[in-house]
């Protein structure tokens, strides 16, 4: 089976966007599937047929493919969908693939020990691919074709069902008959399995672990198992490659069934290590060897698990590959399987469901694994792996690999031994709570010892698997021990009860002294308490104003037809006459389809059309700072900002903000989702809009970012649906909304107020970004709470770990940076008449040697900022205490 890693797939996101055919070998099956899911893109979108073609190939990631669209992409669009597709069947798919496929089903046979209605779905899974060919079977040629190609037994069994003519039921009918013969391969296998079966397996006792438990189904055969067994001598039973044919089936094969609990999907690789073990096979010759089993026997091995018993050492008379072919090999030889070490300890979580669970000791693992189940049971915190972690083929063949990782910490039962927590990768099905690999082993100093079975801490030289021995007792002194004492010898009875006195009284005076006043106590517990109850309350304050104007927090964004009217986004040209046309930039190969999947998204949401403007500025994308999410994407509005007449709409005053923030005790902020795209560009001015792209030239519909008077329109916008409350209850800065009031039940009627503000004005915010109930709000680099106004503790530790500056740039950010602070910060410009002359061009030019005055006003300037104050507003009623405070006039 070749390796489907370099296969195209088809993906869609939602029954809205057009199917994805990625990039790889397109195969018939691919092409089929590619074609139901754009017949289902239509037939959800009800598709005019001159669209077809051109909706759906940008769904094309595979250069070539694109490339061979693109170069006749007109022609294309011009046919119908089914002229397209066999234009496309022609080009990628190999010559004659319509006969290869139906020779293969042609040749396809049901073997005896094959299930019909399994193998009938992938004869039928074939005729679908052959859909809109000449070599399509309808009903009545495939019945035919089925009816020659099944076993002997069904055939014979149906030779009277001819008379059924519809293909359903006739279906039906066969394969009631394969079922019943089934049953009866069945019954006769454990008939003749009971007869050759050694006694003492029926008396045989039942493990205590499994007495109860249902054992696990085995699996059904996939399609590629199916393909795997068939081409390479493979048993359906056994499900083992290279088997004789006078071997293979259920009443011939002589294996058993897989284990269903230790059984994985079959791969390219278990064929490989089959014809290596195949190949590496020589016969030998048999040598005199006598060995006597014992009567009592039991031929079955069972799952490994940590209850199981190992099989009986057998002596067998078998070849090495290594000796000659006479040499006799010794007896007794070692055992199939052995035990694992048994090892049960304490998992702890966050949760209060911290149980005894059964580990495996795995000295070979390079990682330590645990269920995601385990996890989730207690409350360990998820945390994302720097790179996946690949399973293999160990979980199967539909495994994915493991992202996250948890701390692990576990200790005895009897908590005589508690281990150092190390980091274990979650896998979503594990064979034990816990398998514990070499990092569990090598951070904690164990020593796996198979001979003894045992694991030892080397710090403590005690095995952790069992039991702490118990405490070493002091030796009780007999009677007549003491009367042997010499008298000289005994402590002074009267001194030492004295000194005792003395200690127990100054013992008394020191904890009188540091005692904690338990009034005290209670109130801060009682307070906390307090706290976190209404902490409680405005979480759920917040989740239920969110429900109750759900419409204003979407999650994609909103169409263009869901935008206000009432303000548009106009472009004044100082020089009307003058046409900006900028040529394209390049965009690298990696970023293409990034940028395609971009576009189809505004052009979904009616954010932009094709144009066919005179003006053309240039676009391009930049990498994200997340580097799983999409690129940004930039357009160059330079020119025509430059010949565009500015907007001077005045941004409010940060100093005003915080002074009436600072009013209140309870606070809200709310962040505009996409806030440029919520604001139409008026239709006489969206030519100015239009931008190039790798796939053509595109205008925008709603406000673009990049152009000069965005923010100004942006915030005409804000104004004229929040006018009559800015000041009074909240402020707006560009995209963000505050709202500060002086109780709960007045914050929750001035929350309700601009919520419906913004719904009237059609007006949309960010679910993620916005929380309606807060105690303490970081807005514009400050943090807000009932003390007043802090410095932003990020920018505090930036200043903090700045390094000496080497030129005169890094002065000025430092500066910058303090001065942001400055309110805070009293005397600093005392500080800082030190350092300006080392901002001025002749310092950029030839920048001064840092002497011993910079550095120290320098090691000043951090010192003050760790003694900085919290800015408040006035307190008239006590004037005197005002110290730092912001105007509130």
Same mark, same amino acid.
């Given at each position: ?328 090999? %010794?007896? &007794?030889?070692? *055992?199939?399987?052995? /035990? ?5 300890? +304490?998992?702890?979580? $966050?949760?209060? =469901? ?114 702490? %021995?118990? &405490?070493?007792? *002091?030796?009780?002194? /007999? ?5 042997? +004492?010499?008298?000289? $010898?005994?402590? =002074? ?116 059309? &094709? ?16 580097? $799983? ?261």
């Amino acid at each position: 089976m070749s390796n489907n890693t370099n296969m195209a797939s088809v993906t869609q996101s939602s029954s809205k966007n057009p199917p994805i055919l990625t990039a790889g070998k397109i195969t018939p099956a691919v092409a089929h599937a590619w074609e139901n899911a754009c017949l289902q893109y239509f037939k959800h979108n009800d598709m005019a047929n001159e669209k077809k073609v051109s909706k759906v190939t940008g769904g094309f990631q595979d250069p070539i493919v694109s490339d061979w669209y693109y170069n006749d992409a007109d022609t294309f669009d011009a046919m119908s969908f089914k002229d397209f597709l066999i234009l496309f069947r022609a080009r990628f798919l190999p010559k004659g693939w319509d006969s290869a496929v139906l020779t293969q089903l042609l040749r396809s046979r049901q073997w005896e020990d094959e299930s019909f209605e399994d193998w009938v779905l992938s004869i039928e899974k074939l005729n679908t691919v052959l859909r809109g060919t000449l070599s399509h079977l309808d009903d009545t040629r495939l019945r035919v074709q089925i009816a020659t190609s099944i076993c002997e037994d069904l055939r014979f069994a149906c030779e009277d069902e001819d008379t059924i003519a519809s293909f359903k039921d006739w279906k039906d009918k066969v394969l009631q008959v394969d079922t019943v013969c089934m049953h009866e391969r069945a019954h006769i296998l454990r008939i003749t399995g009971a007869i050759n079966k050694p006694k003492s397996a029926t008396t045989a006792p039942t493990n205590r672990g499994t007495s109860n438990t249902k054992s696990p189904r085995l699996p059904g055969l996939t399609d590629g198992e199916l393909k795997l067994l068939r081409d390479n001598d493979g048993c359906f039973k056994c499900r083992k490659f290279f088997i004789p044919k006078e071997q293979r089936g259920r009443d011939k094969c002589t294996n058993d069934f897989p284990d269903a609990a230790m059984y994985c999907t079959l791969t390219q690789a278990d064929v490989d290590a089959a014809k290596h073990n195949k190949e590496n096979t020589r016969p030998r010759t048999a040598v005199a060897a006598v060995t006597k089993i014992p009567d009592d026997t039991v031929y079955s091995v069972g799952a490994v698990n940590l209850e199981s018993e190992p099989l009986a050492a057998t002596t067998e008379i078998l070849g090495t590959g290594s000796a000659s072919e006479s040499e006799y090999v %010794p007896s &007794p030889l070692t *055992p199939f399987t052995v /035990q694992h070490i048994p090892w049960s300890s +304490i998992i702890h979580g $966050t949760s209060s =469901d911290s149980v005894l669970l059964p580990m495996l000791i795995d000295s070979g693992s390079p990682a330590v694994l645990i269920g995601s189940e385990l996890v989730t049971r207690l409350g360990l915190h998820h945390r994302k792996l720097p790179q996946a972690f690949p399973l293999g083929d160990v979980w199967g063949t539909e495994s994915k690999d493991s992202l996250e990782w948890v701390k692990l910490h576990v200790s005895t039962e009897d908590a005589s031994w508690t281990s150092r927590t190390c980091r274990a990768i979650v896998v979503l099905n594990c064979c034990y709570p816990v398998i514990v690999g070499r990092p569990f082993l090598k951070s904690n100093r164990l020593i796996v010892d198979h001979e003894l079975d045992t694991v030892v801490d080397k710090s403590f030289g005690r095995d952790i698997c069992k039991p702490a %021995p118990p &405490p070493h007792l *002091p030796i009780q002194r /007999q009677l007549d021990t003491r009367e042997t +004492i010499p008298v000289a $010898t005994r402590p =002074d009875t009267t001194a030492l009860l004295r000194e005792l006195e003395q200690c127990t009284q100054q013992h008394l005076i020191n904890c009188e002294v540091t005692s904690t006043d338990a009034i005290a106590t209670v109130q801060a517990i009682r307070q906390r308490a307090e706290d976190l109850a209404y902490q409680g309350s405005l979480k759920s304050h917040n989740t239920a104003m969110k429900h109750e104007f759900h419409d204003l927090f979407p999650d994609d964004i909103p169409h263009l037809n869901d935008l206000p009217t009432n303000i548009y986004h106009r472009f004044t040209l100082k020089d009307p006459n003058m046409v900006i046309q900028h040529r394209q930039y390049t965009c690298p190969k990696k970023y293409r389809e990034a940028w395609k999947h971009l576009l189809d998204g505004h052009l979904s949401a009616g954010c932009m059309r &094709p144009s066919d403007s005179p003006y053309a500025s240039p676009a391009f994308l930049i990498p994200n700072a997340d580097p $799983t999410a999409l690129p940004r994407w930039v357009n160059d509005y330079c020119a025509l900002n430059a010949n565009t007449v500015p907007d001077m709409h005045p941004l409010p005053l940060i100093s005003d903000i915080l002074t009436d923030c600072a009013k209140g005790k309870i606070w809200g902020k709310i962040d505009m989702t996409n806030s440029f795209f919520q604001t139409r560009v008026h239709p006489d001015d969206v030519k100015f809009t239009a931008v190039t792209t790798p796939f053509g030239l595109y205008e925008w519909l709603v406000m673009p970012q990049g152009c000069c008077n965005a923010p100004s329109t942006h915030k005409h916008q804000m104004f004229a649906a929040l006018r009559p409350l800015i000041g009074k209850i909240c402020h707006v800065y560009l995209d963000d909304i505050v709202i500060w009031s002086q109780s709960l039940e007045e914050h929750i009627l001035n929350v309700r107020t601009i919520l419906q503000a913004l719904h009237k004005n059609h007006l949309y915010c960010s679910d993620k970004k916005t929380s309606l109930f807060l105690t303490e709000l970081s807005f514009l680099g400050h943090c807000i709470s009932s003390k007043g106004i802090e410095a932003d503790l990020q920018k505090v530790e930036k200043i903090l770990n700045w390094s000496v500056p080497c030129n005169a740039s890094q002065v000025c950010a430092f500066l910058g940076l303090v001065r942001y602070i400055a309110p805070f910060l009293p005397k600093l410009a005392d500080l800082t008449l030190v350092l300006n002359p080392l901002t001025t061009k002749e310092a950029e030019l030839n920048f001064p040697t840092w002497d011993t005055k910079h550095q120290t006003t320098f090691d000043n300037i951090k010192s003050l900022v760790c003694s900085r104050e919290v800015l408040t507003v006035i307190d008239h009623d006590n004037m005197g205490d005002n110290h730092i405070f912001v105007s509130c006039c």
